[in-house]
């Protein structure tokens, strides 16, 4: 495979570290990226709404979030679109501070959230609706997963949804958990690569040469044979201990690669319009999502 070249490398954006990102560490410490040719510049935004901005702007070239921000952002008339599935959805604990035994109990409370109108945001919106609290509660926009852990374990926040080993370690300081997205919303779909319309025709054989190296990343880590090599590429990047990386690998190794079809789009769609009380008729997920670089990655 030939290198980049004179092309300059492409700018991804992710919103957090975390398990979810494995393929990418695999991607980037096993030189995929470079094995399809192509120079991937990674940059930590700890925002989603910062991120979302930047990426609609062409601050980024692709970017790695939940797909109700495509969603949000074609209809504000932004051309993004959704390439790729990234992640499988993650098992998100609703962590809770000491004292909050209950859903009742967050009531009048602050709840950390990264975007208080996107991503797991929206669902959570949804649950404490069921619960009785509509209107209850205030989300206040700490950032992504660091930010947030850090919010909790300050006391700025009475609850919010974190991913490991971020839980894991506020459990082991004394919180709690009223639940995991798993148990709540078993089949709302995880994670995807989006970027602009115009960017992918543009530059469709480096996207295409990135889904690439990605899914491979995915796959080698499918692989048990990889399971000491892939648990050494962690510890530069997450604070988790031996354990929890051996139970997340087995988890990773032991589903298929992620998806994002019509379907589960549908669902977030479903969700958008509810959050945001729209009477305009509802789009297809065929004017969100574009798997056409994904299907030619993998052809």
């Not at 990264?114 to 989300?139: C, H, I, P, Q, T």
């Amino acid at each position: 495979m030939s290198a980049a070249g004179d092309k300059p490398p492409i700018r991804l954006a992710i919103i957090s570290e975390g398990v979810n990102a494995w393929p990418l560490y695999v991607a980037q410490g096993r030189q995929l990226f470079e094995a399809e040719g192509v120079a991937v510049a990674v940059t930590l935004t700890g925002s989603s709404v910062q991120q979302l901005e930047q990426l609609r702007a062409g601050g980024y070239d692709i970017g790695f979030q939940q797909s109700d921000h495509v969603v949000r952002a074609v209809e504000t008339g932004s051309d993004l679109c959704i390439v790729m599935a990234q992640g499988h959805a993650p098992e998100l604990s609703l962590v809770a501070a000491p004292g909050v035994q209950s859903f009742e109990d967050l009531r009048g409370k602050d709840i950390a959230v990264d975007g208080s109108n996107s991503g797991y945001a929206l669902v959570l919106r949804r649950l404490l609706a069921e619960k009785g609290l509509a209107g209850a509660y205030r989300f206040v926009e700490f950032g992504g997963s660091q930010e947030r852990f850090d919010a909790m374990k300050d006391g700025k926040a009475a609850a919010s949804w974190l991913n490991p080993p971020f839980d894991r370690n506020l459990f082991a300081a004394g919180f709690g958990s009223l639940g995991t997205t798993q148990e709540f919303f078993p089949d709302y779909p995880g994670s995807i690569a989006a970027c602009r319309r115009a960017w992918a025709a543009q530059n469709g054989g480096q996207l295409v040469a990135f889904i690439r190296a990605f899914r491979g990343a995915c796959r080698w880590l499918q692989d048990p044979a990889n399971k000491a090599a892939a648990i050494a590429l962690l510890p530069g990047r997450l604070n988790i201990s031996g354990e929890l990386a051996n139970r997340a690998f087995d988890a990773f190794a032991r589903r298929p690669l992620p998806v994002i079809d019509a379907a589960g789009l549908q669902q977030v769609i479903d969700v958008y319009w509810e959050a945001e009380s729209l009477r305009t008729a509802k789009g297809t997920p065929e004017k969100y999502m574009d798997l056409s670089y994904q299907q030619r990655a993998e052809a």
